[in-house]
C-alpha cells in the first residue's frame, strides 16, 4: 500500500542530545513536509522541501534540520538548541502542480517526543 | 488574532444528529480549503478539498464555502460514533508553493 511511515512512533531525548526522526514515502510525491503540533493548536509548518536536495524554513525552523537527498525520504534532526521539542510531528507529502492540480497534503501517523 | 480561528470544542452530540464544524479566516487571498480528520494518535486524514465558494457533497459529509464572509463550514449528516476525532480545518493561496494554513481544530464526541 502507498503510503508515508513515520518512525518511530515514540522518541524520548535527553538533555543536550539530537534526535532524528523517520519520514519515508512510497507515493511518488515530489513535496514533503515537517509539521509540529502542540495540544489545543493547529500544525506549525518546521520545513518543506518541494525537490529533492532543496529544503526551505517554514514558520518554526528554528531548533530543527532536515535534508532531502532522495525524494523518498525527509528526515528531521530535532537539535538540543530546540529548547521545547515536545510535541507530535508530522510528516506530510504532496503532489507538485499548478492551481487546483497542487494537491492536498497526506500526512503520516506522527511521532511523539517528548524530553526525559 | 490567528489567521484561521476555529472553536476548539469539544462538541458533543448524539448520535444520528446533523453536525455542523466551521471554520473563519482573515485572508482573503485563500482559495483552496481542506477539511482534515484526525483521530486521537493519528496523522490528518483528508477528507474534502474544495475551491473557491460552493458546496461540495461526499457521502455523509458536506463542505461549504463561502468567501464573501471567511468562513467555512463541514457538515456531518447522520454522525456516528465513529466520527468522534478532531476536525481540521486548513486553507492556501493559489500558487505553486502549497503552503497551508490550519486552523486549531474542534474536537467532536458523538455518543451512541
Known amino acids: 500500500d502507498g503510503g508515508i511511515t513515520q518512525s518511530p512512533k515514540y522518541l524520548f531525548r535527553k538533555e543536550g542530545q539530537n534526535v532524528t526522526l523517520s519520514c519515508e514515502q512510497n507515493?511518488?510525491?515530489?513535496?514533503m513536509y515537517w509539521y509540529r503540533q502542540d495540544p489545543g493548536q493547529g500544525l506549525r509548518l518546521i520545513y518543506y522541501?518541494?525537490?529533492?536536495?532543496?529544503?526551505q524554513k517554514g514558520d518554526i525552523a528554528e531548533g530543527y534540520s532536515v535534508s532531502r537527498e532522495k525524494k523518498e525520504s525527509f528526515p528531521l534532526t530535532v537539535t538540543s538548541a530546540q529548547k521545547n521539542p515536545t510535541a507530535f510531528y508530522l510528516c506530510?507529502?504532496?503532489?507538485?502542480?499548478?492551481?487546483?492540480?497542487?494537491?492536498?497534503?497526506?500526512f503520516g501517523d506522527g511521532t511523539r517526543l517528548s524530553i526525559l | 488574532q490567528k489567521e484561521v480561528e476555529q472553536d476548539p470544542g469539544p462538541l458533543s452530540v448524539p448520535e444520528g444528529a446533523i453536525v455542523s464544524l466551521n471554520c473563519t479566516y482573515s485572508?482573503?487571498?485563500?482559495?483552496?480549503f481542506m477539511w482534515y480528520r484526525q483521530y486521537s494518535r493519528k496523522g490528518p486524514e483528508l477528507l474534502m478539498y474544495?475551491?473557491?465558494?460552493g458546496n461540495k457533497e461526499d457521502g455523509r459529509f458536506t463542505a461549504q464555502v463561502d468567501k464573501s464572509s471567511k468562513y467555512i463550514s463541514l457538515f456531518i449528516r447522520d454522525s456516528q460514533p465513529s466520527d468522534s476525532a478532531t476536525y481540521l480545518c486548513?486553507?492556501?493561496?493559489?500558487?505553486?508553493?502549497?503552503?497551508?494554513?490550519f486552523g486549531g481544530g474542534t474536537r467532536l464526541m458523538v455518543k451512541p
Open positions: 485572508n482573503s487571498a485563500f482559495q483552496y
Open positions: 506530510a507529502s504532496s503532489i507538485r502542480g499548478q492551481g487546483f492540480s497542487n494537491q492536498p497534503q497526506h
Open positions: 522541501s518541494q525537490i529533492v536536495n532543496d529544503f
Open positions: 486548513a486553507m492556501r493561496v493559489d500558487n505553486a508553493g502549497n503552503m497551508l494554513t
Open positions: 507515493l511518488n510525491h515530489d513535496a
Open positions: 474544495t475551491y473557491s465558494s
